[in-house]
C-alpha cells in the first residue's frame, strides 16, 4: 500500500526513524512531504534509502495552524497513494487542505491529533474542523484524553486509536558527556530543561524553585522564547545568573549530547485555560538517555513518566525543589529511577512500536487486517512448498532447528514453530506482517541475501550457528550470485543436515508454449534462471549431493513420471556432499 505522509517536523532527522521503521514491513511504499524549513530550522535531510522525500515550500511558515502547501494536488496525482497520513491537527489550514484533496481522488486519510482540552474555534477553523471530522476514516489520538475530546466532537471511538509518541532508543542513549559539560562549564549537579521559553511551560517556576536550593548546581536550559529576557531578569533577581546556562537551537542529533549533560530533566508545565501538557516528548526522550525526571502533574506527564520519575503538583515551588533536592541527595535514588525510565522507553515508546501500531491503522483503513490473516493462512505458494515437503518426509522431522531463506509472509516458520520443530529462523529483505507473533523459539530478521557479508549478520543475531533444515524457496533466482550462496548455506548446514530449493523451470511446458508470460519471465527481479541439469551442476559446484531433484507436473498424476524435466518449479532436496571437493 502506498502512503503519502505530511508533517512539519519531519525537516528533523530524528523524526524520521519511526518511518524508517514503518517502510520495513513489506507492503508499505513511502512518501514523505515536509516543508524545506519550519520557522528558524532547515531540512536536515533530504533523502533516505528506504522512502521518498519531497520537500516543498509552505505559505506562512512557522505558523502551526496556517500554513499550507502550494503544488500538494500535483504530489498527490503524481503518487496516487492509497493512505494520505496527514501529522497535523484536525482545526488546521494544511489538514483541510489534504483531506479535500483526499476526498475528490478517493483517497483514505486520517489525521494526528493532540489537542487534549474540548475546544471551540471561531470561523473558518469550526467550519475546516467539521469537514475534516466528518470526512476523515480514522483519527489518531496520542493519549485517552485526547480521544475522548474527539469523541465529544462526534468521531467514533473504533476510528480513534491511542498511540504514543515514540523516540529513537538507539540515538537517545546514555553517552559519555563529560568534554561537552567542561566546555559548558557544567562542574556540579546539573538540572536541566529542554523546550520553548513560554509562560506554560513553566520555567520561571523551576528558577524559583532552584534558587532554594543551598548546595552547588547548574541550570541548563535548551531552547528559546519569548520569555528569554524574564527568565534572565528573574535569574538576576533571585542571584543564580553564575548557574545558568542558555543553549539556544542545536540539531536534533546533538539533543542526547546535551541531555547526557545533566543529572536530572524537569519538565514544570502549568495548566492554563487554553493548554496543558499534551505529552511531554523531552520526557521519553530523557528516560532513553537514562536522565532521571521531575514532572509536573499537568496533563499527560504523569502517564508519560508513570513511577519511573518524579511528580510535583504543578505551581508547586516548595514541592519542585524538594524533588529536586531530594535526587541530589539520593544517587541511589538517581540509579534506580534512570534504569527504570530507560526500561519502560524499551517497553513501550520505541520507534518500532510506534510503527507497528500505525501499521495496524493502515491495515485497519485498507479493511485488510482481516483479509490479511485469511490471505496468509491460505497463501497458495506456502502450501504448495508444505505439501512438497511432505512427499520429501520432511514435515515430520519434528526438533529439527529450521531456516527459512526468503520466508516471505512467515507462513511456513510460524507452521513449523506450532509443530515442535526446534529453533526456527526466518529471513528475508524485509519483515512479514506482526514478525512478534509467534512461538516460543520463532525469530524474523530483516537480512538482504545479496549482501556479502549475510551469513555474519544472521549469525550475529542468533545463538546457533548450524542448521538441520534450510528451506530456500523461490529465492536463487534473485540473486547476484547464487554460486558463493549456496557455498555459505554449506556452511551453515550441519553434516546430516537438508537443504530444500526450489526455482522456476526454463524448461517447462509453460515456458515452452507461452514465453513472454510465464511465471520466470513475470518476475522482473529474476537475474539467473535454470532448468533441472543447470542446478544440479550448480549445487554440485557448490558441494551439495542432489538426493532428490525433479520439475514433474503434478497435475498428470501416475504420468507425471514420465514427464520428469517439464514441471514449472524445479524441487530440489541436497544434503552436503561428504566426499572432496
Not at 139 to 149: G, K, L, T
Not at 237 to 254: C, G, V
Not at 403 to 425: A, M, N, Q
Request: glycine share 6%; with cysteine; net charge positive.
Amino acid at each position: 500500500m502506498k502512503i503519502l505522509v505530511l508533517w512539519k517536523a519531519l525537516v528533523s532527522e530524528t523524526y524520521h526513524k519511526r518511518f524508517i521503521e514503518l517502510a520495513k514491513f513489506r507492503d508499505v511504499e513511502l512518501t514523505l512531504v515536509m516543508p524545506t524549513k519550519w520557522g528558524n530550522t532547515r531540512l536536515e535531510n533530504e533523502y533516505c534509502s528506504e522512502y521518498n522525500i519531497i520537500p516543498r515550500k509552505i505559505v506562512l511558515n512557522g505558523f502551526n495552524h496556517l500554513h499550507w502547501y502550494p503544488g500538494l494536488a500535483k504530489i498527490i496525482r503524481r503518487v496516487m497513494p492509497d493512505i494520505l497520513h496527514i501529522e497535523e491537527e484536525h482545526y488546521s489550514i494544511v489538514t483541510y487542505q489534504a483531506i479535500r484533496l483526499a476526498k475528490k481522488n478517493n483517497i483514505k486519510c486520517m489525521f494526528v491529533s493532540l489537542q487534549n482540552i474540548y475546544k471551540t474555534y471561531p470561523f473558518p477553523f469550526s467550519w475546516m474542523e467539521g469537514y475534516n471530522l466528518k470526512n476523515a476514516d480514522y483519527a489518531v489520538a496520542v493519549s485517552d484524553e485526547i480521544r475522548n475530546v474527539l469523541m465529544r466532537k462526534g468521531f467514533a471511538k473504533e476510528q480513534i486509536p491511542v498511540i504514543p509518541y515514540g523516540v529513537d532508543h538507539l540515538m537517545y542513549r546514555a553517552i559519555e558527556s563529560q568534554k561537552l559539560k567542561s566546555k559548558l562549564g557544567l562542574d556540579s549537579f546539573t538540572i536541566g530543561f529542554t523546550g520553548r521559553f513560554v509562560k506554560e511551560k513553566g520555567v520561571v517556576d523551576l528558577l524559583k524553585a532552584v534558587s532554594r536550593i543551598n548546595k552547588n548546581f547548574n541550570l541548563l536550559l535548551v531552547g528559546s522564547g519569548k520569555l528569554r529576557h524574564k527568565i534572565e531578569v528573574e535569574g538576576r533577581r533571585l542571584e543564580i545568573s553564575e548557574k545558568i546556562r542558555f543553549i539556544d537551537y542545536i540539531p536534533s542529533s546533538q539533543v542526547p549530547y546535551y541531555l547526557n549533560c545533566m543529572d536530572c530533566l524537569v519538565l514544570p508545565s502549568r495548566t492554563t485555560k487554553k493548554w496543558k501538557e499534551q505529552f511531554g516528548r523531552v520526557l521519553i526522550e530523557a528516560m532513553s538517555c537514562e536522565v532521571p525526571v521531575i514532572g509536573s502533574d499537568s496533563g499527560e506527564i504523569p502517564n508519560v513518566i508513570g513511577d519511573c520519575g518524579l511528580i510535583f503538583k504543578e505551581g508547586d515551588v516548595d514541592d519542585l525543589s524538594s524533588k529536586i533536592k531530594l535526587l541530589i541527595d539520593n544517587i541511589d535514588l538517581r540509579m534506580e529511577l534512570a534504569k527504570k525510565g530507560r526500561q519502560r522507553v524499551l517497553d513501550n515508546f520505541t520507534q518500532k512500536v510506534v510503527a507497528r501500531e500505525t501499521y495496524k491503522v493502515y491495515q485497519k483503513m485498507m479493511c485488510l487486517e482481516k483479509v490479511h490473516n485469511s490471505i496468509q493462512a491460505q497463501n497458495a505458494s506456502d502450501t504448495v512448498h508444505l505439501r512438497w515437503m511432505e512427499s520429501l518426509g520432511l514435515q515430520k522431522s519434528k526438533g529439527l532447528n529450521v531456516l527459512d531463506l526468503g520466508c516471505g509472509s512467515g507462513y511456513l516458520c510460524r507452521k513449523f514453530s506450532k509443530e515442535g520443530y526446534g529453533t526456527v529462523i526466518g529471513v528475508d529483505i524485509k519483515l512479514p506482517v506482526d514478525q512478534d507473533k509467534g512461538g516460543e523459539g520463532l525469530q524474523f530478521l530483516q537480512i538482504d541475501l545479496n549482501q556479502k557479508d549475510w551469513v555474519l549478520s544472521l549469525l550475529g543475531a542468533i545463538a546457533l550457528e548450524r542448521f538441520d533444515l534450510i528451506l530456500a524457496f523461490d529465492i536463487i533466482e534473485h540473486l547476484n550470485a547464487p554460486i558463493d550462496f549456496l557455498k555459505k548455506v554449506k556452511k551453515i548446514l550441519s553434516d546430516s543436515g537438508s537443504l530444500v530449493l526450489t526455482t522456476p523451470n526454463t524448461n517447462s511446458w509453460e515456458r515452452l508454449l507461452f514465453p513472454k508470460t510465464w511465471s520466470g519471465a513475470r518476475d522482473t527481479d529474476h537475474l539467473t534462471l535454470f532448468n533441472v541439469y543447470s542446478l544440479q551442476f550448480l549445487l554440485q559446484r557448490a558441494g551439495f549431493l542432489s538426493v532428490h531433484i525433479h520439475a514433474r507436473i503434478n497435475k498428470l498424476g501416475p504420468l507425471a513420471s514420465l514427464f520428469p524435466d517439464w514441471g514449472g518449479q524445479i524441487l530440489s532436496l541436497n544434503r552436503k556432499n561428504q566426499k572432496k571437493q
